[in-house]
T-cell receptor, first 113, second 112 residues
Framework: ETGVTQSPTHLIKTRGQQVTLRCSSQ?????VSWYQQALGQGPQFIFQ???????GRGNFPPRFSGLQFPNYSSELNVNALELDDSALYLC????????????FGPGTRLLVL | DQQVKQNSPSLSVQEGRISILNCDYT??????FLWYKKYPAEGPTFLIS?????DKNEDGRFTVFLNKSAKHLSLHIVPSQPGDSAVYFCAASAYAGNMLTFGGGTRLMVKP
């Protein structure tokens, strides 16, 4: 059974640029959730995709957007990057689209200069 | 407004002793609670969960206790091992909810 994978592992961007982060869900899972973890804090929910539809969104501006593909992999896109977007971005997969156990990938560390 | 709080940023225990990590929540709609462990440069690893219909769940060395009236849960690790040294996060979700709300984490250090 393959776990959750994310790419890239690290990324450096400059303010104003756009970034795309990728996530492959665990085998058998149809739900992907994205979280942002700032240094010294717990992860914060960005949004969730269930069967290719957005299934809930946290308190993040519209420049954070996402996609889920038919194979249940997912992308997180962030436009007009700001310095405060520097964080660890975590993807988690689960089955069912509800609040059941979510399994996390290793994360993508984004640094915005 | 932090709905899930871990009031101890760090905890140090001796190998072989019990580690008790605490978590408080404010949202009475939460009905599913989880503990994750996180090592540096890795994603959170699921440890154990508990539904609000239970007050205790055990899995090997890990036991989670839920006190709904106090809106409090705790994770007990017995016996503690040096490999348990990590940051522990509690998380909660509401029925049919889709987001996990995390606490700020507690750094556990288990000394040999």
């Amino acid at each position: 059974e393959t776990g959750v994978t994310q790419s890239p592992t690290h990324l450096i961007k400059t303010r104003g640029q756009q970034v795309t982060l990728r996530c492959s869900s665990q085998s058998g899972h149809n739900t992907v959730s994205w979280y942002q973890q700032a240094l010294g804090q717990g992860p914060q929910f960005i949004f969730q995709y269930y069967r290719e539809e957005e299934n809930g969104r946290g308190n993040f501006p519209p420049r954070f957007s996402g996609l889920q593909f038919p194979n249940y992999s997912s992308e997180l896109n962030v436009n007009a990057l700001e310095l405060d977007d520097s964080a660890l971005y975590l993807c988690a997969s689960s089955s069912g689209g509800g609040g059941e156990t979510q399994y996390f990938g290793p994360g993508t560390r984004l640094l915005v200069l | 407004d932090q709905q899930v709080k871990q009031n101890s940023p760090s905890l140090s225990v001796q190998e072989g002793r019990i580690s008790i990590l605490n978590c408080d929540y404010t949202n009475s709609m939460f009905d599913y609670f989880l503990w994750y462990k996180k090592y540096p440069a890795e994603g959170p690893t699921f440890l154990i969960s508990i539904s609000s219909i239970k007050d205790k769940n055990e899995d090997g060395r890990f036991t989670v206790f839920l006190n709904k009236s106090a809106k409090h849960l705790s994770l007990h690790i017995v016996p503690s091992q040096p490999g348990d040294s990590a940051v522990y996060f509690c998380a909660a979700s509401a029925y049919a909810g889709n987001m996990l709300t995390f606490g700020g984490g507690t750094r556990l250090m288990v000394k040999p």
